[in-house]
């Protein structure tokens, strides 16, 4: 069973499972800069899914629903910065409470449109990203089955790893960016305005979110079902945590839990109890965390350790 044909279709599947991932890290990563710790990527993305849906399915437009979808997510946004940021509200409540809404206001949204509280497919069809065969690697025999092939949503999810990059580290945005999250007094002693920041922040947040949703609406499956994120939105801001907000970095923890997630799926096809099969994506989230944060203490320690003996090690004055 395991042979390299085997092996290059996990691989492939390990890629396609992943995509949401990379999304979802970066659209965290860049509210992480921006000092916010965003925990509402998951209703972005089941906002985006659904508005994306039943759009592109009523116009018969795949542009008309990655703008709605877009749109979708932008607005989840922007409800969460104005509750926050103008009405000073807890940013973590705020976002379960927009979490647990958007959980229950899609199934109804649902329900509305497509009369189903399961899945659109009966009564919408959407449209969907095709996939797309990259010239010369589709012709090179088991590189072609990982790399080639897969949804175009796939390959813009690694080219917005590095637009991420760019933005963060190459731009005069990246920079304030960065420089509200460190000390947002000090970048408003120099003229920026962190609420400002943190709108811009939260806008690109929904714009990666909204993808990483419509991928699995309108790209992985071709249309919507109820609590379709599975949490995969908590399981790429971990995989951000985890990496430390840095774009590549968080990438290949992504990788990682998709790995997991791959697995897991394989794993439904074995004798084991499917509800420990369900488990797996998640166990791996907590290991891979348990094991990092440890790790870090670990080099803070010695870090800490090594500072307090070069300084007792000074010769006295």
Request: hydrophobic share 50%; charged share 10%; aromatic share 12%.
């Amino acid at each position: 069973m395991f042979n390299l044909d085997f092996i290059c279709s996990f691989l492939a599947s390990v890629i396609r499972v992943t995509t949401p991932l990379f999304f979802v890290s970066m659209a965290t990563l860049v509210t992480r800069k921006a000092g916010l710790l965003n925990m509402a990527t998951e209703s972005m993305m089941l906002a985006a899914a659904l508005t994306g849906v039943l759009v592109s399915g009523w116009t018969q437009s795949l542009l008309f629903g990655v703008l709605a979808g877009i749109v979708a997510s932008a607005a989840v946004a922007l409800i969460i910065c104005y509750c926050a940021f103008k009405l000073k509200t807890d940013l973590y409540l705020t976002c379960i409470a927009v979490n647990t809404a958007l959980s229950g206001g899609t199934t109804f949204a649902m329900y509305v449109f497509a009369h189903d509280k399961l899945y659109t497919l009966q009564v919408v069809h959407s449209k969907a990203f095709g996939n797309w065969n990259i010239p010369f690697i589709k012709d090179i025999p088991y590189l072609s089955t990982i790399l080639s092939g897969h949804n175009i949503l796939t390959y813009v999810s690694i080219l917005g790893v590095v637009i991420m990059w760019f933005l963060i580290y190459k731009t005069r945005l990246g920079l304030r960016i960065r420089g509200v999250g460190e000390n947002p007094r000090a970048a408003e002693s120099s003229g920026v305005d962190p609420v400002k920041i943190y709108f811009i922040s939260f806008l690109i947040c929904s714009v990666y979110a909204a993808f990483g949703g419509m991928y699995m609406s309108m790209g992985y499956l071709s249309y919507f079902m109820r609590d379709m994120m599975s949490g995969r939105g908590f399981i790429g801001m971990s995989a951000m945590n985890v990496a430390n907000a840095k774009p590549f970095l968080s990438m290949l923890t992504s990788l990682m839990f998709g790995f997991s997630q791959a697995l897991a799926n394989l794993m439904q096809l074995s004798n084991i109890p499917s509800e420990a099969v369900s488990m797996l994506p998640y166990i791996s989230t907590v290991i891979i965390l348990v094991v990092s944060s440890s790790i870090r203490m670990v080099l803070s320690l010695r870090k800490e350790r090594a500072e307090s003996k070069d300084y007792y090690d000074q010769p006295a004055d």
